[in-house]
């Protein structure tokens, strides 16, 4: 049960890293291009809000059963767990930025996404030596 949850989580790592990239993309473009922020721009910074929720949830329950089966290791849970919540928390800011002109909600939300991939990276990395563990 732990197992295969833990694998749903590490297999959904490329479903937010992949929405986060979309977003960066996205808001660049937006950004550069000097566009308007649309209802499909807001859809895509909560798609990824919704994706590492789900995997700030599935964490949470991972740390649990790990801790049920004694095999919670503080210093490496607790940094890993505190990595996404940091990275959770950017992609839940989003939705402060509306009533930012539009070229500055591009860009400041393309930096949170950014710095929020970038914690998620950071931190599987540190948990797994690699973000693309497993493929190699
Ligand atoms: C927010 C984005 C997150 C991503 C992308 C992520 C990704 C991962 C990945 C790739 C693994 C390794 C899975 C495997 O070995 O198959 C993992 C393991 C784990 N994650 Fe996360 N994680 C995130 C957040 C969290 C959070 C917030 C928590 C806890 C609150 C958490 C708790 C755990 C635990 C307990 C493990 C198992 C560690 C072990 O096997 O010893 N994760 N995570
Ligand atoms: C440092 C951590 C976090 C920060 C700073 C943060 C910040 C925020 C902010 C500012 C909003 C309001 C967005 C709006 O104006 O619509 C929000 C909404 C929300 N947050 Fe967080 N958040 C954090 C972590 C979490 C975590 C860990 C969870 C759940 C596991 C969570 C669940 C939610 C939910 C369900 C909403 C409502 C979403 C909606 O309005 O549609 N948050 N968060």
Sequence with gaps: M???LITI???L???TAALALLVIARYAWGWLGKQSFTATDRQLGSAFAVA???????GVVNLVLLAINGAFRPAVHIEHAFYGLLATGL??????????PDASRFRTGLLLTLVSLLLVIFSVTRLRGSFFFGML
Excluded: D, E
Aim: no cysteine; proline share 4%; aromatic share 8%.
């Design 13 to 15: 790592r490329w479903v």
């Design 91 to 100: 992609a839940h800011s989003l939705p402060a930025l509306k009533r930012l």
């Design 52 to 58: 590492i929720t789900v995997q700030f949830v599935l």
């Design 2 to 4: 732990i197992g295969t």
């Design 9 to 11: 989580h590490g297999l």
